[in-house]
């Protein structure tokens, strides 16, 4: 997991002016990985899940002009997720399928394969959601002492009991569940400071 979108229509709007290299750069910071991660999870080698990557990139940066927010259901990451599907499904279109062999078995298991194409969208999310936690994570991690994060990782990342914890880091398995409260409760109005800023 790493950083992933904020798509803040102001970073829409400064990206879409072909001189702000600087939006463009915090676009691609955010959105790469993303759609990275998509391509190697649909079995995209490292080398492809790159040029995806960059291509979807690049049909972004040729028609990020002409976006607009025509219907309220329908949002920024929407569109992305459109632009990456078509171009994941293009790219594993072109590439070499192995020869095919056997009879209606063969088919039958084929037939009963999930489709890339009403994935996409979902695993979009997926991946956008990890990405805000991510981001969350590293601003309320560096806000928390390293003892109260500690803690934190240990019982709610790790899944380790919290009198385990307690007697990992020396501390009284109260002060274990305050930490964890404080952190999660920290990571959530940072999540929703991110999505507001969407």
Same mark, same amino acid.
């Given at each position: 997991?790493?950083? #992933?979108? $904020?798509?803040?229509?102001?970073?829409?709007?400064?990206?879409?002016?072909?001189? @702000?290299?600087?939006?463009?750069?915090? #676009?691609?910071? !955010?959105?790469?990985?993303?759609?990275?991660?998509?391509?190697?999870?649909?079995?995209?080698?490292?080398? +492809?899940?790159?040029?995806?990557?960059?291509?979807?990139?690049?049909?972004?940066?040729?028609?990020?002009?002409? *976006?607009?927010?025509? &219907?309220?259901?329908?949002?920024?990451?929407?569109? %992305?997720?459109?632009?990456?599907? @078509?171009?994941? !499904?293009?790219? %594993? =279109?072109?590439?070499?399928? +192995?020869?095919?062999?056997?009879?209606? +078995?063969?088919?039958? !298991? %084929?037939? /009963?394969?999930? &489709?890339?194409?009403?994935?996409?969208?979902? /695993?979009?999310?997926?991946?956008?959601?990890?990405?805000?936690?991510?981001? =969350?994570?590293?601003?309320?991690?560096?806000?928390? @002492?390293?003892?109260? *994060?500690?803690?934190?990782? %240990?019982?709610?990342?790790?899944?380790?009991?919290? $009198? /385990?914890?307690? /007697? !990992?880091?020396?501390?009284?398995?109260?002060?274990?569940? =305050?930490?964890?409260?404080?952190?999660m409760r920290r990571l959530r109005d940072q999540v929703q400071r991110l999505e507001g800023n969407e």
């Open positions: 997991m790493s950083e #992933f979108p $904020d798509t803040r229509s102001t970073l829409i709007a400064q990206v879409r002016s072909p001189e @702000n290299r600087e939006a463009w750069a915090q #676009f691609v910071t !955010l959105y790469r990985p993303v759609i990275y991660r998509m391509a190697r999870k649909r079995g995209m080698q490292d080398a +492809d899940a790159q040029d995806l990557a960059q291509t979807v990139l690049i049909r972004v940066a040729g028609a990020i002009d002409r *976006w607009e927010k025509t &219907d309220p259901s329908v949002g920024f990451r929407h569109w %992305l997720a459109r632009v990456a599907k @078509n171009a994941i !499904l293009t790219a %594993l =279109a072109k590439s070499p399928e +192995d020869a095919a062999a056997g009879g209606t +078995d063969i088919q039958d !298991l %084929l037939n /009963e394969q999930p &489709d890339i194409a009403t994935d996409v969208e979902r /695993e979009l999310r997926l991946e956008y959601l990890r990405e805000q936690y991510h981001r =969350a994570a590293a601003i309320v991690q560096a806000d928390v @002492n390293t003892e109260t *994060w500690r803690a934190f990782e %240990l019982s709610v990342i790790d899944g380790k009991p919290c $009198d /385990e914890v307690a /007697e !990992l880091v020396g501390k009284p398995i109260g002060t274990v569940y =305050a930490a964890r409260s404080r952190v």
